[in-house]
Nanobody
Framework: QVQLVESGGGLVQAGGSLRLSCAASGSIFSINAMGWYRQAPGKQRELVAAFTSGGSTNYADSVKGRFTISRDNAKNTVYLQMNSLKPEDTAVYYC???????????WGQGTQVTVSS
């Protein structure tokens, strides 16, 4: 089992910044990929940014150049630095991890990000 706990969401004005954190615990040795997804009201959950199993990064086109995913392996934590935020970035942001051994995707509880215009 892998547990994921997100933090760092909140309310920010357009143009502002936030940094989300996702702390992983449990069977973290089995994780081969981690990333961030978001879900806005009435919309499907979508990929925002992720580390792939090969170690590279993927970003949604809508956040390229504004968001940066990073990680601290010593803290078992993945971060999402979000700059130049726009109202359309408003959503619940979820941390996601894939267990190679169990072939299961784990999700955090989500953290709300609200960007006011």
């Amino acid at each position: 089992q892998v547990q994921l706990v997100e933090s760092g969401g909140g309310l920010v004005q357009a143009g502002g910044s936030l940094r989300l954190s996702c702390a992983a615990s449990g069977s973290i040795f089995s994780i081969n990929a981690m990333g961030w997804y978001r879900q806005a009201p009435g919309k499907q959950r979508e990929l925002v940014a992720a580390f792939t199993s090969g170690g590279s990064t993927n970003y949604a086109d809508s956040v390229k150049g504004r968001f940066t995913i990073s990680r601290d392996n010593a803290k078992n934590t993945v971060y999402l630095q979000m700059n130049s935020l726009k109202p359309e970035d408003t959503a619940v942001y979820y941390c996601n991890a894939h267990s190679l051994i169990a072939n299961v995707y784990y999700w955090g509880q989500g953290t709300q990000v609200t960007v006011s215009s």
